[in-house]
């Protein structure tokens, strides 16, 4: 067998067992392969795949190459995705036990940098500029609801459900693929009938049971599209920029407004569907004017 063909095998079988015995959710399990593709392109090039070759030299010299190309959370990427590869190697019998200590710790600093947040008027701007066709419009204006009013995931909107609303009770119950948790959240008026009026106006019809369809007819596959509209919808308000503007931008957003109002971070916490309060704890640093007020005075003097 060849080596391209055999890496792919290989990559497959890798990603029916983080699916299946892993239970990772569909962007960890992307994240997670496309490290493993490049670590077999790394040391085996157009060698056969001999995973017993693989050394302790090569997991740090490819781990800490990847982290020194990376900023801020994306350092830890490289080692935690090798360090779940070297697992499945060692339960398949690929690899001795043992080998998975290799991979390095890359230092990551917890809340070195702020993420990306609107002012409230940016994100009612946002809401408030159409662009497209109206059916278009329609649509991506619910999901900009989602993202500015509820905080939630790219991949949580695609796939929400129709039954997922309770109208009755002006509620909306999120599934997170990333924690395996769910969720009930209110459903604001506005969002609500942000939703109303894309179902009743813009929806295609389908067979289908997600809320959200893309223009192909078909549910979106991926939560690119999403983040993809996000972005366009930014960058139309005049004044933002950045590779970093995008859906995650409207959660980052909403959850320091939630801080700032006076959400605990429990609150606030399970709002956004976080595991740890050290997840949520960053958004303390946006509360610029609470900071201020707790701050110690300068024993320096002017200068």
């Not at 994306?74 to 998975?100: C, E, H, W, Y």
């Not at 939703?195 to 991926?222: H, N």
């Not at 700032?260 to 429990?266: D, L």
């Given at each position: 067998m ?5 890496s ?6 890798y990603?029916?067992h983080?699916?299946?015995v892993?239970?990772?959710?569909d962007?960890t ?22 995973w ?6 090569d ?9 020194a190309a990376?900023?801020g959370?994306?350092r830890?990427?490289p080692?935690?995705?090798?360090r779940s590869m070297?697992?499945?190697l060692v339960t ?21 940098a ?7 008027d940016?994100?009612?701007q ?5 662009s497209?066709?109206?059916?278009t419009?329609?649509?991506?204006r ?24 309770d109208?009755?009770?002006?509620q ?11 969720r009930?959240l ?7 009938a942000?939703?109303v009026?894309y ?9 289908s049971?997600?809320?959200f369809?893309?223009a ?5 596959a ?9 972005r366009?919808a930014l ?8 590779p970093r ?12 407004m939630?801080?700032?109002s006076?959400?605990?971070f ?10 740890s ?7 303390a640093?946006?509360?610029?004017a609470?900071?201020?007020?707790v ?6 003097g002017?200068?």
């Amino acid at each position: 067998m060849r080596r391209a063909a055999q890496s792919e095998q290989w990559l497959t079988e890798y990603d029916q067992h983080l699916s299946r015995v892993c239970g990772s959710a569909d962007a960890t399990r992307y994240i997670q392969g496309r490290f493993a593709r490049l670590f077999i392109e790394q040391r085996f090039g157009t060698e056969v795949l001999d995973w017993s070759a693989v050394a302790a030299d090569d997991i740090v010299r490819f781990v800490t190459g990847q982290a020194a190309a990376r900023q801020g959370f994306g350092r830890k990427k490289p080692g935690n995705a090798i360090r779940s590869m070297l697992r499945f190697l060692v339960t398949s019998g690929a690899v001795a036990d043992g080998l998975q200590a290799a991979v390095p710790r890359v230092r990551q600093w917890k809340h070195a940098a702020l993420p990306r947040k609107l002012t409230p008027d940016q994100v009612e701007q946002v809401l408030a500029t159409p662009s497209g066709m109206p059916a278009t419009w329609l649509r991506n204006r619910a999901i900009l609801m989602l993202l500015a009013r509820l905080g939630l995931r790219a991949k949580e909107i695609v796939d929400l459900e129709l039954d997922a609303v309770d109208w009755s009770e002006a509620q909306i119950r999120i599934k997170s693929t990333k924690t395996h948790s769910e969720r009930v959240l209110p459903l604001a008026q506005e969002v609500g009938a942000a939703l109303v009026e894309y179902l009743q106006k813009a929806r295609p019809e389908t067979i289908s049971r997600r809320i959200f369809i893309g223009a192909s007819g078909k549910p979106f596959a991926s939560a690119s599209p999403v983040s993809a509209l996000a972005r366009r919808a930014l960058l139309r308000i005049g004044g933002l920029k950045g590779p970093r503007l995008a859906a995650h931008t409207f959660r980052h957003t909403a959850a320091s407004m939630m801080v700032q109002s006076g959400a605990t971070f429990k609150q606030t916490a399970d709002v956004l569907g976080h595991r740890s309060l050290t997840t949520t704890a960053i958004y303390a640093k946006l509360d610029v004017a609470s900071l201020a007020a707790v701050a110690l005075p300068w024993q320096g003097g002017s200068l």
